[in-house]
């Protein structure tokens, strides 16, 4: 379990000053200079001083500020007095906070390691995580919402659910200042906290390393983007790479009416069903030659339906997609966005803690994704 933060800051001035970096007399961080330094409150560097001077280690003079104690206690005692008592402290009194995560559904493409992110940091902040799926019903996530509150807990994490733009329970969360934090995407109209991927960049990136080759003419496949902000950036970043090159992409080679990706979709007859609706696709625009798709499992039926079509990838034709399983061993690997999805899911709780020490967080806090090369396409 982490130090808090006041015991982070009093490390960090003890073992300058037992390293002899701070010597006797010399003057130590000021509150607001330390405040700065650790991105906290005054009131939690304060708190940091404070315990230096408690354990004699430095002299606070008002009017003046805070200087390394002309007499030092022996430091190697002080360290193991201050671990002793921290120890016993923090069991008699620290609070066990509760972390409420709500989720549509998650897989090993996309979904695991933002849980294990979530999960490692409640570990380390010595929280406890509770998760509810919603498959993507909007009345299940608003009631996950309302029972996390009832049982009372400390703050929530909520992915939320494919085609929603208002959420009525998160709106009254953030106007009431409870602790709640957005992942994967934000929600258009409501100012709550949301760590997300650029996703309209990713797209962008994606999408130049196909219109980087001479010749390529590209499609884009997508769920619904209906009030999807995810689907909304990534649909903007295919096309201001396109603007980009002198041309708009017609419409007729966007496609965004494929459903098996969705929770609980993922089944054999919907699967199905997509794989024909994409070969047709591809049939009539036979003048396309590549394509940006939204998601991993989407990719897979693109490539189911053009290997039936006895093309050749990435020959014929080359895929570009967001997501794919961490260690596929057999499955196929696509050159995909890789979304941090384990950062994505620590800051979200790192978040809640900021707001718990009623220190300042960002609305919007961009996660970097990164570009890894698979065997969909020729060498990036």
């Not at 315990?51 to 280690?57: A, I, R």
Request: a negative charge; aromatic letters at 8%.
């Amino acid at each position: 379990m982490d130090n808090p933060l006041y015991e982070q800051i009093y490390n960090y001035i003890f073992q300058k000053i037992n390293d002899g970096e701070l010597k006797k007399g010399e003057r130590v961080p000021s509150e607001k200079e330390l405040a700065a330094h650790f991105n906290v409150s005054r009131i939690t560097s304060k708190k940091a001083l404070e315990m230096l001077s408690q354990y004699k280690l430095i002299e606070r003079i008002q009017g003046k500020g805070s200087f390394v104690a002309e007499v030092l206690p022996d430091l190697q005692e002080t360290k193991l007095q201050k671990q002793s008592e921290s120890v016993e402290a923090r069991l008699e009194d620290e609070v066990v906070r509760i972390v409420g995560v709500i989720l549509p559904d998650f897989g090993d493409s996309f979904g695991a390691d933002l849980i294990r992110g979530i999960e490692e940091q409640c570990a380390i902040s010595g929280c406890v995580m509770m998760m509810k799926l919603t498959y993507d019903n909007r009345e299940e996530e608003e009631a996950a919402i309302r029972a996390f509150v009832k049982l009372g807990v400390d703050g929530i994490v909520v992915f939320p659910g494919h085609g929603e733009h208002y959420n009525a329970e998160v709106l009254r969360l953030v106007l009431n200042g409870f602790p709640i934090v957005l992942v994967d995407r934000y929600l258009k109209g409501i100012a709550a906290t949301a760590v997300y991927t650029d996703n309209r960049k990713a797209a962008f990136d994606l999408t130049n390393i196909l219109l980087n080759q001479e010749g390529r003419h590209v499609g884009f496949l997508s769920t619904p983007a209906d009030n999807t902000t995810t689907i909304e950036d990534r649909i903007q970043g295919f096309n201001d790479a396109c603007m980009q090159r002198g041309f708009t992409p017609k419409p007729e080679h966007i496609m965004t009416n494929l459903y098996s990706s969705l929770p609980q979709s993922f089944q054999t007859i919907k699967v199905q069903y997509d794989i024909e609706t994409v070969r047709h696709f591809v049939e009539i625009n036979k003048d396309l030659n590549a394509y940006v798709v939204t998601e991993y499992n989407l990719a897979l039926i693109l490539r189911e339906a053009l290997l039936s079509l006895k093309k050749r990838i990435p020959e014929d034709y080359q895929i570009v997609c967001f997501d794919s399983p961490s260690q596929p061993f057999g499955d196929y690997l696509f050159t995909h966005v890789r979304q941090n999805e384990r950062d994505t899911g620590r800051r979200a709780v790192e978040i809640l803690q900021r707001v718990w020490n009623n220190e300042t967080t960002e609305l919007n806090n961009i996660v970097e994704h990164e570009i890894v090369q698979g065997n969909s396409t020729v060498s990036i």
